[in-house]
């Protein structure tokens, strides 16, 4: 095909901007875990790293020119609003901050429940639409939601939290189809277990305020912390295995929807 120069100007200028705003990754909850190794993997590629996380740490990562750290919580619009507009151009979102539970149902309070999803759910949505307006505009972006395994075999005491991020899968399986259209791509990256992060401890700090387990569920308590020691370190989920994925689905076109991250979730996805 012969372009006229104007038109190859505009179709070279446009190339530019796009590979500018595509090598610019914004991740939720980079101040511990898995944000902060997908942080640190993005800036060591070369790309652009807009690290945030709810109270900003200067030094948590690598003083660079490409790394810009931000205030946001993903449950305030407004927090959302301030940090996308000190972001400037997002080609790429990872929806990465989430928090943790694990108890039976009636060891779950409302609130509880409410947080789960007001973060893990509601938060991946609000991100979701406050990015969307850019990308598709632009016609390029890509969306990584971080779920979890937990949705691919159901356990006991994770029904309100496998509740959460089951309803990120179905929300980006969904959002996938209609943003096809903009070339926008949506991808889910499933973690396995992964008991180095933060996650465990703020979830148990959680827990002893609520008052710990229903007495009537210790057995079934008991069988999970049991089936957990059994479980081999080289069978969990490393930091690294996460960043490597989400690093998948930012790079690859033709990577899967659904990516799983770590030995475990790679067995149950198989
Ligand atoms: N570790 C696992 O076993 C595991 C397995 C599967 C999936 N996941 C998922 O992986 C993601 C990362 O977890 P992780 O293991 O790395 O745990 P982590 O070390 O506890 O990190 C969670 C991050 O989310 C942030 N966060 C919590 N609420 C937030 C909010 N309202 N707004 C913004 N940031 C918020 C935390 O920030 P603060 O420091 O401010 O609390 C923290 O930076 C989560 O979505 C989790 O559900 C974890």
Same mark, same amino acid.
């Given at each position: 095909?012969?372009?006229?120069?104007?038109?190859?100007?505009?179709?070279?200028?446009?190339?530019?901007?796009?590979?500018?705003?595509?090598?610019?990754?914004?991740?939720?909850?980079?101040?511990?875990?898995?944000?902060?190794?997908?942080?640190?993997?993005?800036?060591?590629?070369?790309?652009?790293?807009?690290?945030?996380?709810?109270?900003?740490?200067?030094?948590?990562?690598?003083? %660079?020119?490409? /790394? +810009?750290? @931000?205030? #946001?919580?993903?449950?305030?619009?407004? $927090?959302?609003? =301030?940090?996308?507009?000190?972001?400037?151009?997002?080609?790429?979102?990872?929806?990465?901050?989430?928090?943790?539970?694990?108890?039976?149902?009636?060891?779950?309070?409302?609130?509880?429940?409410?947080?789960?999803?007001?973060?893990?759910?509601?938060?991946?949505?609000?991100?979701?639409?406050?990015?969307?307006?850019?990308?598709?505009?632009?016609?390029?972006?890509?969306?990584?939601?971080?779920?979890? %395994?937990?949705? /691919? +075999?159901? @356990?006991? #005491?994770?029904?309100?939290?496998?509740? $959460?991020?089951? =309803?990120?899968?179905?929300?980006?399986?969904?959002?996938?189809?209609?943003?096809?259209?903009?070339?926008?791509?949506?991808?889910?990256?499933?973690?396995?277990?992964?008991?180095?992060?933060?996650?465990?401890?703020?979830?148990?700090?959680?827990?002893?305020?609520?008052?710990?387990?229903?007495?009537?569920?210790?057995?079934?308590?008991?069988?999970?912390?049991?089936?957990?020691?059994?479980?081999?370190? %080289?069978?969990?989920?490393?930091?690294?295995?996460?960043?490597?994925?989400?690093?998948?689905?930012?790079?690859?076109?033709?990577?899967?929807?659904?990516?799983?991250?770590?030995?475990?979730?790679?067995?149950?996805?198989?």
């Amino acid at each position: 095909m012969i372009y006229s120069i104007d038109t190859a100007v505009y179709i070279y200028g446009r190339q530019l901007r796009q590979e500018k705003h595509m090598k610019t990754v914004l991740i939720t909850g980079c101040s511990s875990g898995f944000g902060l190794e997908i942080a640190s993997f993005f800036l060591a590629q070369g790309w652009k790293v807009v690290a945030t996380m709810r109270t900003p740490h200067q030094d948590l990562l690598p003083p %660079s020119q490409n /790394l +810009k750290i @931000l205030a #946001l919580d993903v449950t305030s619009p407004e $927090s959302i609003h =301030a940090a996308l507009d000190a972001a400037g151009p997002v080609g790429v979102l990872v929806n990465n901050a989430g928090i943790g539970w694990l108890n039976a149902v009636e060891g779950t309070s409302m609130e509880t429940a409410r947080d789960l999803f007001e973060t893990n759910t509601l938060g991946t949505i609000a991100m979701t639409q406050a990015v969307l307006p850019q990308m598709r505009e632009r016609q390029e972006g890509v969306i990584v939601n971080v779920t979890s %395994s937990v949705t /691919l +075999k159901p @356990l006991p #005491l994770l029904s309100v939290y496998t509740a $959460s991020k089951a =309803a990120v899968n179905a929300f980006t399986e969904s959002a996938a189809l209609e943003l096809e259209a903009f070339n926008v791509r949506v991808r889910i990256v499933l973690p396995g277990r992964a008991p180095q992060t933060r996650f465990g401890d703020t979830a148990r700090s959680r827990l002893q305020k609520q008052g710990g387990f229903p007495e009537a569920y210790s057995s079934v308590v008991a069988g999970v912390f049991a089936s957990w020691e059994k479980q081999s370190e %080289s069978a969990l989920t490393q930091p690294g295995d996460v960043a490597e994925a989400v690093w998948r689905a930012a790079t690859d076109p033709s990577s899967p929807l659904r990516i799983p991250a770590g030995a475990d979730a790679e067995a149950l996805a198989s």
